[in-house]
T-cell receptor, first 114, second 112 residues
């Protein structure tokens, strides 16, 4: 059984650079979620997809953030012109469309912006 | 909108002692409730969930939680903890159609 995988696991970048994270969900899951987690906080919702459709996007998400799920399988989260405040763990989760609410999380991608 | 408050940020407890991690939520509609656990350097994994029915739900590793609608609470309990239960615990709430909202977590530290 292959779980949710995220790549890269760690990314260090300089302020102003662009970064992209990839998430591969569990294969039969049609919902995919992105969350952000900072130290001492719980996961904060960013956006989610059902198949390739982006159904909701957090108002906290600035225009520098964009997410795609082009074929309803893997997803990418891009952050343009990174800022030090973007430093966080970016979590991906997937779930079944027959919604029971259970999320299956990857191990996260840690971003450090210098 | 929904919100979750975990009342204790850190809970230290001795091995084999009972523990309760407290969670209150706010919502104007019916919700589903979850507890997730995050071990060091691992992803979050589901401990247990309440969708409907019996208000006492049992999960993995001997944990259980009780849904109290009148007090809008979903406290997590274990009668006897082990060293291996040391982890971060997150309470979450969702409305059936969409995202989950998480609390800020409770760090459970089990001491020998």
């Amino acid at each position: 059984d292959t779980g949710v995988s995220q790549d890269p696991r760690h990314k260090i970048t300089k302020r102003g650079q662009n970064v992209t994270f990839r998430c591969d969900p569990i294969s039969e899951h049609n919902r995919l979620y992105w969350y952000r987690q900072t130290l001492g906080q719980g996961p904060e919702f960013l956006t989610y997809f059902q198949n390739e459709a982006q159904l909701e996007k957090s108002r906290l998400l600035s225009d520098r953030f964009s997410a795609e799920r082009p074929k309803g399988s893997f997803s990418t989260l891009e952050i343009q012109r990174t800022e030090q405040g973007d430093s966080a763990m970016y979590l991906c989760a997937s779930s079944l469309g027959t919604y029971t609410g259970e999320l299956f999380f990857g191990e996260g991608s840690r971003l450090t912006v210098l | 909108a929904q919100s979750v408050t975990q009342l204790d940020s850190q809970v230290p407890v001795f091995e084999e002692a009972p523990v309760e991690l407290r969670c209150n939520y706010s919502s104007s509609v019916s919700v589903y409730l979850f507890w997730y656990v995050q071990y060091p350097n691992q992803g979050l994994q589901l401990l247990l969930k309440y969708l409907s029915g019996s208000t006492l739900v049992k999960g993995i590793n001997g944990f259980e939680a009780e849904f109290n609608k009148s007090q809008t609470s979903f406290h997590l309990r274990k009668p006897s903890v082990h060293i291996s239960d040391t982890a971060e615990y997150f309470c979450a709430v969702s409305v059936h159609a969409g995202k989950s909202t998480f609390g800020d977590g409770t760090t459970l530290t089990v001491k020998p």
